[in-house]
C-alpha cells in the first residue's frame, strides 16, 4: 500500500511543472508539495473504497438485473412401507437415517399395499410383463414399439389406502432419451392423452389423475384419485388384487416409451426437524392431539373468547375437584389410540373458546424448546435482533412466534404473526440466515411484550439429499415402523449465497434469450422443451432473405424427419424468441449419400481386417450418429486418420470421397469436400482396394 500511494506521489510531482513553471521547490518542506500529498493519499483512499463493493451491495445490483437469491429448500423422499399395512401416521411423524430427520406434511391415513404385477391384456387374456418385476434389470416397452390409441398397461396391487378420494401416489422410473429436453409447463407438448380407470362395484369408472411423467416419456410421480372404499378385486390367473388400467386415447409418441420400473403406493416425507408447532381449532370442536416426539410432549392452550380480539392462555387443571374452581383451565386425558384429548371445564363463567374458526391455539413443544421458547421483550426500537435457539439451521417457513402482554398472567392477552407479515397492526421481522436471528424491524403497538417461539423447525438442507435405498424408522408417535425410498428425493439447498446468485447471473449472460445470430438460432432451437433433438444447423439463405433451422430429430428413424407436432413446437418457440421483421423457415436435413472409393497398401496381411476398415469410414460419414455438424464439410484428414488408425494398414495410396449432388469441380483429391449447410451425410458405397 506504501509502495502504490508512493508511486502516486510521484506520478504527481512529475506532473507539477506542466501545470506550473515557476513551482520550481519540490522538496518535502514545501508547502505545495504538503498538499499534493494530502491530496494523492485522499485519492488512493477514494480507490481503494470504490473497488470495495459489501455483499450487500452486491445482492442490491444483482437483484436490479432480476436475480433475487433463491430461499432454502427441504428434501423431499417418496417413500413405501416396508411392513405390511395399514399403517396411519400424524402430521410432523419423525422418521430417521443415521441423524437426518424427516417428517410428514400431513397426516397420513391407513396406507397400505404393494404392486403385485404389471400387464397387458392380448386375445388370450392378462400378460405380465417380466421385465418389470423387482431385481430384473430391464426396460420395458408396454405399449409396444409403436403405442397407439387403445393400447393400455394393467397395474395389480394387492391393497391400496382406503378412504374416499384418497391420492394414490405411484412413481414410474422411465429410461429417458440421452437427447429429450426438460419438459416445461410454460412450453407445453403433448405426445399422448392417457385415461386411467378402475373396476367399482358400479362397474368400470374413470379415475381423476395427475400425470408428471407426460405419457411414460419421464420420470416421474402419478397421483390418482379413487373412492377406494368401491375398489373390487379382479382375479389375475393366481393373484387377486386390485386393477389399475392406463388407456392411451390419442397417440403421436416419438419415440415409444421405455419403464424401468413402478413403485407405490407411496406417501411423502420432508427433511425438517419441527420442536415446536401449533394446532388449531374451531371453537366447541373436540380437541384432539397426537404426541410425536419421541421424548414428553408439552402443551400450550390459548384461547379466543367471546369480545376478544387476541388469545388468552389456559392452564391444565390441577386435578379431580378443580371444575369448581373458578379460572381459564382446561383437563387433557391420553385417549387409547394415544392421542391426547382438551376439554375445557369453567364453561359456565364464561371461559370457554369463542364459536369461530380458529378460536384455540394448541402449541406442542419437545423437551429442548421449553429451554429455548421464551426470546427477550420488545424494546421498541428498530432493527432489534433476538437469537434464535442452537442446533442447526432454522427452517424460515415454519417459523411464527408469539407476542404476550405484560398483564397479569392469567389475562395476558397474546397475539401470533410470520415473517413478514402485513405491518399493518402486527409484528414486522424477518429472519437472517447468516446470524441466524430474527430481526424486528417495525413492533407496531406490541411495545414492551414478551416474545415466545410458537412455531420453530430445523432443517440441514442439501445434508438431506441422500441417495435412494436407504431404509428409515420412525420415532415418536407411531413408532417402529420401517419405511424406504425407492426412488430419487426432490433435492434441497441451502440459502443461495453472493457467489451461486453471480454464477447464475454470469450463466444467464452466455445464454440467448432471444434469437439474433445463427449461433442464437442454433442453440435456441436444440433446447426446446419436451423434443428429442440430435442435431440443429442454422444458417442464412441470402436469395430468400430467411433463416433456415435445419433440425434432426432425436428418432428411431433411420432417416429421422419433423413430425408435425415437433414442427409445429419449434416454430413456436422460435417465434416468441426472434426478432419481429425476421423471417424462419425450420426443415429436415438433406440426407446426402456419400460415395467412397479408397486403395490402401496392406502392411500386416494377418492383422489387416477389411470389414474394421469399412465400419470406421462408415462412422465418419454418418451424420446420424456421428458428432459432425449437419453441413460441416467432409474432412481428409479426419477420414484418411480413421483408416490409418485400422490394424495392419500403411500408406494410401488413393482416397476418393464423392457426396451425392456436390459439383466434381468441388471435388479434389487430398482436400476437404464443401456439402450443402443443409446437408446431412450418410454412408453409401465403400470400395477398398487392397495392394
Same mark, same amino acid.
Given at each position: ?102 417428517? &410428514? ?63 394414490? !401416489? ?42 408428471? &411423467? ?15 372404499? !368401491? ?425 476418393? &470421397? ?34
Amino acid at each position: 500500500m506504501i509502495e502504490e500511494l508512493e508511486q502516486l506521489m510521484e506520478e504527481a510531482v512529475s506532473l507539477a511543472g506542466i501545470y506550473s513553471e515557476e513551482w520550481t521547490n519540490r522538496y518535502p518542506s514545501d508547502p505545495g508539495i504538503t498538499i499534493l500529498e494530502n491530496l494523492s493519499a485522499l485519492h488512493f483512499v477514494q480507490r481503494e473504497a470504490a473497488a470495495q463493493v459489501t455483499e450487500d451491495a452486491r445482492i442490491r445490483l444483482l437483484k436490479l438485473a432480476g436475480f433475487m437469491p433463491q430461499e432454502p429448500q427441504n428434501a423431499r423422499l417418496a417413500v413405501e412401507l416396508a411392513q405390511k399395512g395399514p399403517l396411519s401416521f400424524p402430521k410432523h411423524q419423525k422418521f430417521y437415517v443415521d441423524d437426518v430427520c424427516f417428517e &410428514t406434511e400431513g397426516g397420513i391415513r391407513e396406507i397400505q399395499g404393494r404392486l403385485l404385477g404389471v400387464y397387458v391384456k392380448g386375445k388370450d387374456g392378462f400378460h405380465e410383463v417380466k421385465e418389470l418385476k423387482e431385481g430384473v434389470p430391464l426396460n420395458a416397452r408396454p405399449f409396444g414399439s409403436y403405442p397407439a390409441a387403445g393400447d393400455a398397461v394393467y397395474f395389480l396391487f394387492d391393497e391400496l389406502p382406503r378412504g374416499r378420494n384418497v391420492g394414490v !401416489r405411484l412413481y414410474a422410473e422411465v429410461r429417458t432419451s440421452g437427447n429429450r429436453n426438460p419438459f416445461s409447463e410454460g412450453e407445453p407438448v403433448d405426445f399422448a392423452r392417457m385415461q386411467w380407470s378402475c373396476l367399482t362395484s358400479r362397474g368400470h369408472e374413470n379415475i381423476v389423475f395427475q400425470d408428471d &411423467t407426460h405419457g411414460f416419456l419421464q420420470s416421474g410421480g402419478i397421483v390418482l384419485w379413487i373412492d377406494t372404499d !368401491r375398489l373390487v378385486k379382479e382375479q389375475v390367473g393366481s393373484r387377486k388384487g386390485y386393477m389399475l388400467c392406463c388407456r392411451i386415447v390419442e397417440a403421436a409418441y416419438d419415440r415409444p416409451p421405455e419403464i424401468e420400473a413402478v413403485y407405490g403406493p407411496l406417501f411423502f416425507l420432508l427433511q425438517r426437524d419441527t420442536q415446536s408447532f401449533s394446532v388449531n381449532f374451531k371453537g366447541g370442536e373436540d380437541i384432539r392431539i397426537w404426541p410425536v416426539y419421541p421424548e414428553e410432549t408439552f402443551l400450550f392452550v390459548y384461547v379466543k373468547e367471546q369480545g376478544r380480539r387476541d388469545y388468552v392462555r389456559y392452564t391444565e387443571s390441577a386435578g379431580p375437584g378443580s371444575e369448581e374452581v373458578r379460572g381459564r383451565h382446561y383437563e387433557q386425558r391420553k385417549m387409547e389410540d394415544g392421542r391426547i384429548q382438551i376439554r375445557f371445564l369453567d364453561r359456565r363463567h364464561g371461559f370457554s373458546p369463542t364459536e369461530e374458526e380458529n378460536a384455540v391455539i394448541v402449541i406442542c413443544c419437545n423437551r429442548e424448546m421449553m429451554l429455548h421458547r421464551e426470546l427477550g421483550v420488545l424494546e421498541g426500537w428498530e432493527n432489534q435482533k433476538f437469537d434464535l435457539p442452537p442446533g442447526g439451521g432454522t427452517d424460515a417457513k415454519a417459523l411464527r412466534i408469539g407476542v404476550r402482554r405484560p398483564d397479569t398472567e392469567e389475562n395476558a392477552g397474546c397475539m401470533f404473526f410470520r415473517p413478514g407479515a402485513d405491518k399493518r397492526d402486527s409484528v414486522y421481522y424477518t429472519y437472517d440466515d447468516g446470524s441466524g436471528q430474527i430481526c424486528i424491524h417495525d413492533a407496531g403497538a406490541y411495545t414492551g411484550c414478551h416474545v415466545f417461539l410458537a412455531d420453530y423447525a430445523l432443517s440441514v438442507w442439501d445434508g438431506g439429499n441422500i441417495r435412494f435405498g436407504n431404509e428409515l424408522i420412525s420415532a415418536g408417535g407411531n413408532e417402529g415402523v420401517h419405511v424406504r425410498n425407492p426412488v430419487k428425493g426432490r433435492a434441497g439447498r441451502a440459502w443461495e449465497s453472493v457467489k451461486d446468485i453471480r454464477k447464475r447471473f454470469l450463466q444467464d449472460l452466455i445464454r440467448p434469450v432471444s434469437a439474433v445470430t445463427e449461433k442464437d438460432y442454433k442453440v435456441l432451437a436444440m433446447q426446446t422443451p419436451g423434443l428429442c433433438i440430435r442435431k440443429v444447423s442454422a444458417y442464412y439463405e441470402e436469395r430468400r432473405d430467411q433463416i433456415c433451422v435445419v433440425v434432426m430429430a432425436g428418432t428411431e428413424e433411420s432417416f429421422p424427419r419433423l413430425s408435425p407436432l415437433y414442427r409445429r413446437q419449434i416454430e413456436r418457440y422460435l417465434d416468441r424468441r426472434k426478432i419481429l421483421t425476421a423471417k424462419v423457415t425450420v426443415k429436415d436435413p438433406t440426407y446426402t449419400r456419400v460415395d467412397v472409393y479408397v486403395t490402401v497398401s496392406v502392411r500386416d496381411r494377418e492383422r489387416w481386417d477389411i470389414k474394421k476398415a469399412r465400419q470406421e469410414i462408415a462412422k465418419e460419414l454418418d451424420d446420424r450418429r456421428n458428432d459432425r455438424e449437419i453441413g460441416q464439410m467432409i474432412s481428409f484428414d479426419r477420414l484418411s486418420g480413421r483408416i490409418r488408425a485400422c490394424p495392419g494398414t500403411g500408406h494410401i495410396l488413393e482416397l476418393k &470421397t464423392v457426396p451425392a449432388g456436390v459439383p466434381g469441380r468441388l471435388i479434389r483429391p487430398g482436400t476437404d469436400i464443401p456439402i450443402p449447410p443443409d446437408a446431412a451425410c450418410y454412408p453409401g458405397e465403400i470400395v477398398i482396394r487392397e495392394e
